[in-house]
Structures are given as C-alpha cells and as structure tokens.
C-alpha cells in the first residue's frame, strides 16, 4: 500500500522548457514533503520541501505546489536545463512519527538538448 | 570531502554469509538512518537512530541489526544475507529538521 506514489517513471523534456513532475498522496495527515534529486552512483540530495500549511514554495529555478484538497503537489522546474536530468523523489512525513520520510518511487527526467 | 561515507561501495556476497556495512558522517548530526532502494520502489526505511543509545526499527528491519557505535557511525548488518536483499542501500544523517543527508550507497549483491 503505496502512502506516496509517483505514476510516471519517466519524463522527457525539451531543454528551455518547463518540467513538471507529479506525485500524489494518500494520508491527509502528513505535515511535510520534500523533493530529492538523485544523480546515478550517487545518494539523493535535496532540493526543495513545502510544509503542509503552505501551497508554494519557490527557491530559483524549482517551485513545488502543495493541493492538499487532491492530495497532489508537484515540482515545476523553469527553465530546464541538462544538469536536471535526474531521478527526483518526493518525501512525506509525519510530525507523529518523528518525521520518518514516506518516499516515492522516483520519475527519471530527461533533458533533450 | 565527504559529509557522509560509506563502505564498501559494491559487495558481492554468497547465501548465508554476515555482512556489515558501515556508515560515517561528519555533518555532527545525532540522526542517522539506513534505507534501500530496490528498482521501481522508493527508498525503504529498515532502522534509524536518534542518538547513541536510541536505536528503532523502520518499515523493513527483518533481516537486519544496526549498531550506533559513536555519533558519527551507524553501520548495519545482515546476519545471514539472501539472495532478495540484493539491493542499493543508503545511510542519511539528519539533524532535528528535516532534510536529510545521504552517503553514495553501497550496491550489494547476494548470490
């Protein structure tokens, strides 16, 4: 029983353009949620987080939206660039359980040049 | 260098041996944790630690022991591996926030 799911295993984008990743959530309890970029032979590193109180969080190129009411956010990324392909997770935790992360399983981005 | 290393990088191993993997860090954060990942799966808790004493069993510890030999170590143990715990696992550190750092992983393969 998947809590976080991340349906697409993979996206394309042109270089330029707008990424937008997805994930979606089961437990309306969660308080936190957090984007990671992982890049091959490497651990994940963070990117950008939203606490479940806000609905955008925006740090330069990255912005995360939070519809608490679907049980949705994304990672918008603009404009992409080569270095961002990646595999991006998101994360969410419970206040309740000392903030251990609920990860999803990754979509892997692809910038086309 | 390094906030968070980890040893081996790679391990290939047979049915039924002991393996340890270790797990240093030198971000002085008192939270540490070991996950895997396996394809198609996000990262999978199996034990985590909040200090030297504090030890914890996450989603997946069957299998699995931990020690928290000082701050900065917290190496993990499979008594007998298996061929299903082939898979990449990462240590973190974390301080009370949470962001959490990870090390480059260790690819282990069980035979």
């Known amino acids: 029983d998947q809590q976080v799911k991340q349906n697409s295993p993979s996206l394309s984008v042109q270089e330029g353009r707008i990424s937008i990743l997805n994930c979606d959530y089961t437990n309306s309890m969660f308080d936190y949620f957090l984007w990671y970029k992982k890049y091959p032979a490497e651990g994940p590193t963070f990117l950008i987080s939203i606490s479940s109180i806000k609905d955008k969080n925006e740090d330069g190129r990255f912005t995360v939206f939070l519809n608490k009411s679907a049980k949705h956010l994304s990672l918008h990324i603009v404009p992409s660039q080569p270095g961002d392909s990646a595999v991006y997770f998101c994360a969410a935790a419970l206040m309740d359980s000392n903030y251990q992360l609920i990860w999803g399983a990754g979509t892997k981005l692809i910038i086309k040049p | 260098d390094a906030d968070v290393t980890q040893t081996p990088r790679n391990r290939i191993t047979k049915t039924g041996k002991r393996i340890m993997l270790e797990c240093s860090q030198t971000?002085?954060?008192?939270?540490m944790y070991w996950y895997r990942q396996d394809p198609g799966l996000g990262l999978r808790l199996i034990y985590y630690?909040?200090?030297?004493?504090?030890?914890n069993k996450g989603e997946i510890s069957d299998g699995y022991s931990v020690s928290r030999q000082a701050q900065a170590k917290f190496s993990l143990s499979l008594e007998s591996a298996i061929p299903n715990q082939t898979a990449l696992y990462f240590c973190?550190?974390?301080?009370?926030?949470?962001?959490?750092?990870f090390g480059p992983g260790t690819r282990l393969t069980v035979l």
């Open positions: 973190a550190t974390s301080d009370e926030a949470n962001e959490q750092f």
């Open positions: 630690s909040f200090d030297v004493k504090d030890i």
């Open positions: 971000k002085g954060h008192d939270r």
